[in-house]
Each structure stands twice: as C-alpha cells, then as structure tokens.
C-alpha cells in the first residue's frame, strides 16, 4: 500500500500561519484528516494552550490518527463527516477561538490502494467506495437498485461522463445476468461500452469517481460543511480548501463569491441595501508546483482556495 502524500501542504500552512500569531488559544480544524499529513505540519503552528481539532468520517482514518498522534496533548480526533463541523467544534473549542479550518477533499491513497475499500479500479475487490463502511448503501447497492435514467444521470453529472447513457444501459444489461460485485467486474463493463477512451485515463475513471461522490452524496457533504465552517470561525479566521477537480472546485468558488459579493438581485436597484459580507477572497487559487506534481502525481489536479471569515451573515451553499 502506498503511504499518503498530502498535497499543497506548505501552501496550506502558510495560508492558515496568520491566524495563528492571534493573541488568545487558538483551535485550528483539519477537517479532512485522511492520514495526518496536513495535522502534523498544523500542529508546528501551534503554542501549549492551543488545539488542533481534526474530523474523519472513515473509521480506518481515525484509528490510524489516534495511534499516530497518541502522545499530542494539543490534539483530538473525532469520528465525523465534515457536514457536522459546526456542532464539532462547538463541543471541543473549550475557550478557544476557532482562527482556521482546512479542507483537504476527495479520496485519500489509502482507500485507493486499499482493494477492500472498493475504490480502485485497478484491484479487485468488493465494490463498495463508502468512506464510512458503518452507514449507507454500497455502491453495488447503489447499481443493483438504480434505474437505467438514474444511474446514466449519476455518471453524467457526477463523472462528466460523455459515454454516460451506454454506460447505464450496460450496466443494467450486465445486472441482469449476474449482480455486479467486484470493482474490475465493473471497470470491465465500463471499458467494453466505451468505444473511444481518453488518452492516459482508464475508461472507468469518470464512472468511479461518480460512483463515490454518488454514495458518498460528496458534493452536498461539501456544501454543508463549507457554510459550517464558516459560521465556526472567529472573524478573522482563515477557511482553506484543496480541491481535485472541477465539480468541487466550481462549488467552493461559487460559495466563496456568494459569502464575499453582494447579491446580484440588487445589483438593479438604485440604492442597494448595506453589504455585509462573510468573507473575502485572499489571494489567488493556487496549484501544485512542479516538483511537488513530479513526486506526487494526484497533485497535478489539486486547487488551493484561501478566504478570510468577516463578520457578516453566512449564506448557505447553492
């Protein structure tokens, strides 16, 4: 199994350093964990009185993270979804001011390499993709149940999957025979409806990352946990949010625009009401440099969004 490269981390942490020279305990939030590789970097930020608050909704993820950082006193783990970030840190912020949460999204290596976990399609195993393998429905579940309408929409909009419709109705063929339970049985029918493949990508990339996001419902895991965070920090704090591709990335630049600019409904009247907005955009996005894509490929796609929290109201995510 390959150990997890965590990406943009020097970005990251020069992103959230600032908030961190705030007079008060601090609490930072890794709301991503994955393996540590972010929370350990985090936690050189931090003084004897603050806290590094990280979150998991893999099981796997936070037993690893408890052994690995058993004897840090400034750190907790928790076993949730990033949807639930709000009432997290109102439970484990104590008297500290919450100045900085990073959001580091899609799958880590792990689960990737792991064939049990049902994420790849390049080893065999159950096909699953659940982050938390304790709730929800599989994503054989999910293909055994789906119609044929429901399963070309979820790989259309999800995977931005051109070849979405033949991929449904083969699936829906190849269940009839026999249930798909395996990952390669999967990849299998995938590759034989596609008549044409995308140069350097297996032809069931786009199917099983919809897959995931489907079973996982990632992107309104995203849009909860983004207006959560939000309403978490203190003034001043900093929200940072790596994202792998463009579905992801549209939604956390659509929030932040939505929390920083005033609504374009009034944009027509001749004295628009007061603006008070939640945030402001800092900086520009930022992506891997070269070396780091040199070493850690997965980095190629990654996008590095940075916002300060204002004080305005905050906005739910569209």
Same mark, same amino acid.
Request: net charge positive.
């Given at each position: 199994?390959?150990?997890?490269?965590?990406?943009?981390?020097?970005? %990251? *942490? /020069? $992103?959230?350093?600032?908030?961190? #020279?705030?007079?008060?305990?601090?609490? &930072? +939030?890794? @709301?991503? !964990?994955?393996?540590?590789?972010?929370?350990?970097?985090?936690?050189?930020?931090?003084?004897?009185?603050?806290?590094?608050?990280?979150?998991?909704?893999?099981?796997? %993820? *936070? /037993? $690893?993270?408890?052994?690995?950082? #058993?004897?840090?006193?400034?750190?907790? &783990? +928790?076993? @949730?979804? !990033?949807?639930?970030?709000?009432?997290?840190?109102?439970?484990?912020?104590?008297?500290?001011?919450?100045?900085?949460?990073?959001?580091?999204?899609?799958?880590?290596?792990?689960?990737?390499?792991?064939?049990?976990?049902?994420?790849?399609?390049?080893?065999?195993?159950?096909?699953?993709?659940?982050?938390?393998?304790?709730?929800?429905?599989?994503?054989?579940?999910?293909?055994?149940?789906?119609?044929?309408?429901?399963?070309?929409?979820?790989?259309?909009?999800?995977?931005?999957?051109?070849?979405?419709?033949?991929?449904?109705?083969?699936?829906?063929?190849?269940?009839?025979?026999?249930?798909?339970?395996?990952?390669?049985?999967?990849?299998?029918?995938?590759?034989?409806?596609?008549?044409?493949?995308?140069?350097?990508?297996?032809?069931?990339?786009?199917?099983?990352?919809?897959?995931?996001?489907?079973?996982?419902?990632?992107?309104?895991?995203?849009?909860?946990?983004?207006?959560?965070?939000?309403?978490?920090?203190?003034?001043?704090?900093?929200?940072?949010?790596?994202?792998?591709?463009?579905?992801?990335?549209?939604?956390?630049?659509?929030?932040?625009?939505?929390?920083?600019?005033?609504?374009?409904?009034?944009?027509?009247?001749?004295?628009?009401?007061?603006?008070?907005?939640?945030?402001?955009?800092?900086?520009?996005?930022?992506?891997?440099?070269?070396?780091?894509?040199?070493?850690?490929?997965?980095?190629?796609?990654?996008?590095?969004?940075?916002?300060?929290?204002?004080?305005?109201?905050?906005?739910?995510?569209?």
């Amino acid at each position: 199994m390959d150990e997890h490269k965590p990406v943009l981390v020097e970005e %990251a *942490v /020069a $992103a959230l350093a600032p908030v961190c #020279a705030a007079s008060g305990a601090t609490l &930072l +939030v890794d @709301a991503t !964990f994955g393996r540590g590789g972010h929370s350990a970097r985090l936690l050189e930020l931090l003084g004897p009185d603050d806290r590094l608050l990280a979150m998991d909704r893999d099981p796997d %993820a *936070v /037993a $690893a993270g408890r052994e690995r950082f #058993a004897g840090e006193s400034r750190f907790v &783990l +928790v076993h @949730a979804p !990033f949807s639930a970030i709000e009432t997290v840190v109102q439970a484990h912020r104590e008297e500290r001011a919450c100045r900085g949460v990073l959001f580091d999204l899609g799958v880590s290596s792990p689960q990737i390499d792991t064939a049990a976990r049902g994420f790849s399609f390049q080893h065999d195993g159950p096909l699953d993709m659940r982050m938390d393998v304790s709730q929800g429905q599989s994503a054989a579940q999910f293909l055994a149940r789906a119609t044929t309408d429901e399963i070309r929409d979820v790989i259309g909009k999800l995977g931005e999957e051109r070849f979405a419709g033949r991929i449904a109705r083969a699936i829906v063929s190849a269940r009839g025979a026999a249930p798909i339970a395996t990952t390669l049985q999967l990849a299998a029918i995938v590759a034989q409806a596609i008549p044409t493949r995308e140069r350097g990508k297996h032809p069931a990339t786009r199917t099983f990352q919809a897959l995931r996001m489907q079973v996982n419902d990632e992107l309104g895991e995203l849009r909860r946990g983004l207006a959560g965070a939000v309403r978490a920090l203190q003034p001043g704090g900093r929200l940072a949010v790596i994202s792998f591709h463009s579905l992801e990335d549209r939604l956390v630049k659509r929030y932040i625009r939505r929390c920083a600019d005033p609504d374009p409904a009034f944009a027509k009247l001749p004295i628009a009401p007061p603006h008070d907005p939640a945030l402001r955009t800092v900086g520009r996005k930022q992506r891997a440099g070269e070396i780091e894509v040199n070493a850690n490929p997965r980095a190629r796609s990654a996008i590095l969004r940075v916002a300060e929290r204002l004080t305005g109201p905050v906005p739910e995510a569209a």
